[in-house]
T-cell receptor, first 115, second 114 residues
């Protein structure tokens, strides 16, 4: 089955710096890619989703890069601020029999942004 | 906008106890999910349900039961709590279990077993 590796598990940056998180996956049929954010005591909130025909997507200070050849997905937060401190999860979706897709999550990255 | 409500927020149980977690959504979504979140292990799917009275096992269904009595609610039962077990259980919903379905999550139920 699909294996998703996410790194780093912990990341500390100063306010205004960039934060870079990377995930690698194994199933070449993976079609959809997601980044979720989890604030303390809360559920996960979707940050961005990309389809496999997209190499780069930017929204509101976030950049997602997808390298299908290397099976690598990354998230870059430019100019991080303390409110960005949270756990970030990548998730990938691949067909798992019939018309169903299976979502597999990375283990998460705890991002701390210090003033 | 809708909301997913999980109850209780915190659950303390005894070893061997049967514990039930509840989830309600008002998005009118077809599909609901239960995930277990352990520190450093990401999210693992326990059960999901694509419609009322439907149940599908996830990767981690052993030791759990689930019930979808109506479209808006999905409950999860820990059949026998394990000593020192500590995890967060997250309920989620989506319109349907298809390709690019966004999942909406509740805030979680934090379980501690004494």
């Amino acid at each position: 089955g699909e294996q998703v590796e996410q790194r780093p598990p912990h990341l500390s940056v100063r306010e205004g710096d960039s934060a870079f998180i990377i995930c690698t996956y194994t199933d070449s049929a993976t079609a959809y890619f997601y980044w979720y954010k989890q604030e303390p005591g809360a559920g996960l909130q979707l940050l961005m989703s990309v389809f496999s025909n997209v190499d780069r997507k930017e929204e509101q200070g976030l950049t997602v890069l997808l390298n299908k050849k290397d099976k690598r997905l990354s998230l870059n937060l430019t100019a991080a601020h303390p409110g960005d401190s949270a756990v970030y999860f990548c998730a990938v979706s691949a067909k798992s029999g019939g018309s169903n897709y299976k979502l597999t999550f990375g283990k998460g990255t705890l991002l701390t942004v210090t003033p | 906008g809708g909301i997913i409500t999980q109850t209780p927020k915190f659950l303390i149980g005894q070893e061997g106890q049967k514990l039930t977690l509840k989830c309600q959504q008002n998005f009118n979504h077809d599909t609901m999910y239960w995930y277990r979140q352990d520190s450093g292990k990401g999210l693992r799917l326990i059960y999901y349900s694509i419609t009322e009275n439907d149940l599908q096992k996830g990767d981690l269904s052993e030791g759990y039961d689930a019930s979808r009595e109506k479209k808006s609610s999905f409950s999860l039962t820990v059949t026998s709590a394990q000593k020192n077990e500590m995890a967060v259980f997250l309920c989620a919903s989506s319109i349907r279990r298809r390709t690019n379905e966004r999942l909406f999550f509740g805030h979680g139920t934090k379980l501690s077993v004494l």
